[in-house]
């Protein structure tokens, strides 16, 4: 199979161009795979098969959080949200949401909560 034919059955497709591979090389691990398909107009399912072809690691491979990591998200992950903190600590979006869970941290903290007649 070539780059250049169409998958059978997809709706759409564009061949990979040099620049979207070099972005998934350089952000792949760091915002996680549905950032990158949101940054590249592109399924995620096509981010997994492009990386694979790549050798891109689908996973980085997780360094433990450090008790000063634990403690911004505490204070930031509600007014901030995971997009701010990805960026400060250099971890993907995915991987804060699952730690702010297990710290027992919500992101709806402050927020208005819906009309209960």
Do not use: F
């Not at 040099?18 to 590249?40: M, P, T, V």
């Amino acid at each position: 199979m070539t780059d250049d034919v169409p998958i059978k059955g997809s709706k759409t497709w564009k061949a990979w161009t040099e620049e979207e591979n070099q972005y998934l090389r350089d952000n792949r691990s760091r915002l996680g795979a549905h950032q990158c398909a949101k940054d590249l107009d592109r399924p995620v399912s096509a981010i997994h098969n492009q990386c694979r072809r790549l050798s891109i690691k689908l996973r980085a491979t997780p360094s433990a959080y450090k008790p000063e990591e634990d403690e911004l998200i505490r204070e930031l992950y509600a007014s901030k949200g995971p997009r701010y903190l990805a960026v400060e600590l250099n971890r993907s979006q995915e991987t804060l949401r699952h730690r702010a869970r297990k710290l027992k941290v919500s992101g709806r903290v402050g927020r208005p909560n819906k009309r209960s007649d």
